[in-house]
């Protein structure tokens, strides 16, 4: 049965990685997210490729995806629904917004002012939407792969540190080498090739996956490593805030899900080293810094607090 889950999430990565040309560790961190059940940030400049990686996603899998654009205008409604009154029934019926979908694509996530930003939060933490009172169950599996770019201030808001915590991992798309980019100007002259992808998986399929995933060994050694650098961040010098509880449990998730993605059902000192970056850097707040700091300048804090502790053997 681990051999069929394996397959699934080999199909998935290679039907991307059709149109997400040469940028294999973007795939893994999405791919990462999705089956740790969590959700992701990409943030980079545009153009690089943002939107395409949650189109392929969404395409791969045959579940229901919407867009959102976040503008200054955009209302909390837009985003869950409102209750719409029936004058044949004399009564008020949902109508469901764009965010009861499985892949959800907040694009531009910062442009929209907090109070809009907020109207994702309740769907993130706890995979339902409340309007009117009654409360709303989204559908499974769910993902919201959020959009920002970061030098752009004029018309933008500030995530809220609630909202940033709700993002397994934050992470860069980057441009492509010069092979792939000449690739991707060859393969775009006739459309977007990412229209014409096939899904390859089913949501059950993901559900599945998901919770295979959950089986993923962590030695002790590991978690104590894992907690060793929680412990870092709240001590440090160079850190007011540290990473909470639920960043620890987010880290422990992403790395038996980063586990499985590599084709191992067992956690390595590596995976852990490898997702603590992107995985803690949105989730502390430096010294002598204003939230919203340069990204580049947070991750390297982190990293080296993580070259100070010892990795088990």
Known sequence: MTDAFREDLRKLRENMERVVLGKPNVVKMVLTALLAGEHVLLEDVPGVGKTLVAKALAKSISGH???LQFTPDLLPSDIVGSSIYNAQTLQFKFSPGPVF???????EIN???????????EAMSERQASVDGQS???PDPFMVIATQNPFEFEGTYLLPESQLDRFLLRTNVGYPTREFE??????HRAGEPV???????????????????????????????????VEKTRTSELLHVGVSTRGALSLYRGVQAFAFVEGRDYVV????????????AHRVLPRGMLPGADRSAVESI?????????VPV
Not at 101 to 107: G, M, S, T
Not at 195 to 223: G, M, T, W
């Open 136 to 138: 709303h169950p989204l």
């Open 195 to 229: 229209e014409h992808l096939q899904p390859v998986i089913s949501p059950d399929q993901v559900r599945a996956i998901q919770h295979k995933v959950r089986e993923v060994k962590v030695e002790n050694s590991l978690v104590n490593y894992l907690l060793d650098i």
């Open 101 to 107: 979908a499985n892949i959800v694509l907040a694009d």
């Open 111 to 121: 442009r929209a002012p907090p109070r809009t930003q907020s109207a994702l939060l």
């Open 65 to 67: 995806f919407s867009r």
């Open 269 to 280: 000192p590596d995976d852990i080293k490898k997702l603590t970056v992107p995985v803690f």
């Open 182 to 187: 000449r690739e991707v100007l060859s393969s």
């Open 302 to 310: 982190i990293d080296g607090l993580l070259q100070t502790i010892k």
